[in-house]
């Protein structure tokens, strides 16, 4: 049997995780001197509660390679294969640790990919793989499509306010002032494994016009793609954000975005993740999915 493991930061919801039997591994939170493991110890709206009233942004923390450990040789001992989908080693250690893992374990039954993705789009592929899984597809197949597909994955996120890229160093406190008075929104993507800032734009109206855009023209979504859409404790933005889409697709997973993530892009974001335009053959594996 092939195991498919991931990390809490594919935000993918328990309900998801649980048909598609998807073992989760935390990362951890700390405001303070108290330490939370995403999505286990606080709820959504606890988080984003404490969030909203803290001084400085929590620290975040990669799942350490003990962690991972104890996974793996549960599964090894079982005669099962595993396959961990974890978020980029250009934003976390936490690839490098199931790395270390993996290599104590000493089984060629572990597979770790790097997804080079986070959230929304590490959900997408994790999805992906849980198709090839119960499509019958041996465990060395499914990396192999992995890590072909994953720099066909786009992930498109609204930032709604710059108080938590100020509190985090990423905005100046000025810069915060004259966009929160302009209604900037960020829009924020991942390029080569790292966050990294696609635009700027005048409100949310514009914001969502911005991703449509991008999703249409420059980097048209493939029409066999999974859409994943996600929010910051923003459900009613995420509606509105939906209904701006016509989608020809046969799965729209809907979700939200835990504490690792939101950390650092705050309350109120939305965002989208799909595979743009593939070559044929890997075109050929989503249509089989």
Same mark, same amino acid.
């Given at each position: 049997?092939?195991?498919?493991?991931t990390d809490s930061t594919?935000?993918?919801?328990?309900?998801?995780?649980?048909?598609?039997?998807?073992?989760?591994?935390?990362?951890?939170?700390?405001?303070?001197?108290?330490?939370?493991?995403?999505?286990?110890?606080?709820?959504?709206?606890?988080?984003?509660?404490? !969030?909203?009233?803290?001084?400085?942004?929590?620290?975040?923390?990669?799942?350490?390679?003990?962690?991972?450990?104890?996974?793996?040789?549960?599964?090894?001992?079982?005669?099962?294969?595993?396959?961990?989908?974890?978020?980029?080693? %250009?934003?976390?250690?936490?690839?490098?640790?199931?790395?270390?893992?993996?290599?104590?374990?000493?089984?060629?039954?572990?597979? @770790?990919?790097?997804?080079?993705?986070?959230? !929304?789009?590490? %959900?997408?592929?994790?999805?992906?793989?849980?198709?090839?899984?119960?499509?019958?597809?041996?465990?060395?197949?499914?990396?192999?499509?992995?890590?072909?597909?994953?720099?066909?994955?786009?992930?498109?996120?609204?930032?709604?306010?710059?108080?938590?890229?100020?509190?985090?160093?990423?905005?100046?406190?000025?810069?915060?002032?004259?966009?929160?008075?302009?209604?900037?929104?960020?829009?924020?993507?991942?390029?080569?494994?790292?966050?990294?800032?696609?635009?700027?734009?005048?409100?949310?109206?514009?914001?969502?016009?911005?991703?449509?855009?991008?999703?249409?023209?420059?980097?048209?979504?493939?029409?066999?793609?999974?859409?994943?859409?996600?929010?910051?404790?923003?459900? +009613?933005? !995420?509606? +509105?954000?939906?209904?701006? &889409?016509?989608?020809?697709?046969?799965? @729209?997973?809907?979700?939200?975005?835990?504490?690792?993530?939101?950390?650092? %892009?705050?309350?109120?974001?939305? %965002?989208?993740?799909? &595979?743009?335009?593939?070559?044929?053959?890997l075109q050929q594996v989503?249509?089989?999915?």
């Open positions: 049997m092939i195991r498919i493991l594919c935000d993918l919801l328990p309900k998801y995780l649980e048909k598609f039997d998807v073992e989760v591994l935390p990362l951890s939170v700390t405001f303070g001197d108290e330490t939370f493991r995403d999505g286990v110890d606080l709820t959504h709206e606890e988080f984003y509660a404490r !969030l909203a009233n803290a001084e400085k942004l929590p620290t975040t923390a990669q799942i350490p390679p003990a962690l991972f450990e104890d996974a793996f040789r549960k599964h090894v001992e079982a005669g099962d294969e595993v396959l961990a989908i974890l978020i980029s080693s %250009g934003i976390s250690g936490t690839y490098q640790s199931a790395c270390i893992a993996k290599e104590a374990v000493g089984s060629d039954a572990v597979h @770790v990919v790097d997804s080079r993705q986070a959230t !929304l789009s590490l %959900g997408l592929l994790v999805h992906l793989a849980c198709l090839l899984r119960d499509n019958g597809k041996p465990v060395e197949e499914i990396e192999r499509i992995l890590n072909e597909i994953k720099k066909y994955a786009r992930l498109w996120v609204i930032i709604d306010t710059l108080k938590y890229l100020k509190m985090g160093g990423r905005v100046s406190p000025a810069a915060s002032v004259v966009g929160e008075i302009m209604g900037i929104k960020p829009l924020v993507t991942m390029e080569e494994g790292a966050v990294a800032v696609a635009g700027k734009v005048r409100g949310k109206a514009a914001a969502i016009k911005w991703v449509l855009g991008r999703m249409h023209m420059q980097n048209k979504a493939d029409t066999h793609s999974a859409y994943v859409f996600g929010h910051t404790n923003a459900p +009613e933005s !995420l509606e +509105e954000f939906l209904d701006h &889409f016509t989608l020809f697709t046969k799965t @729209v997973i809907e979700t939200r975005v835990g504490a690792v993530i939101g950390t650092h %892009g705050g309350p109120g974001c939305i %965002g989208v993740a799909y &595979f743009e335009t593939l070559p044929k053959d989503l249509a089989e999915g």
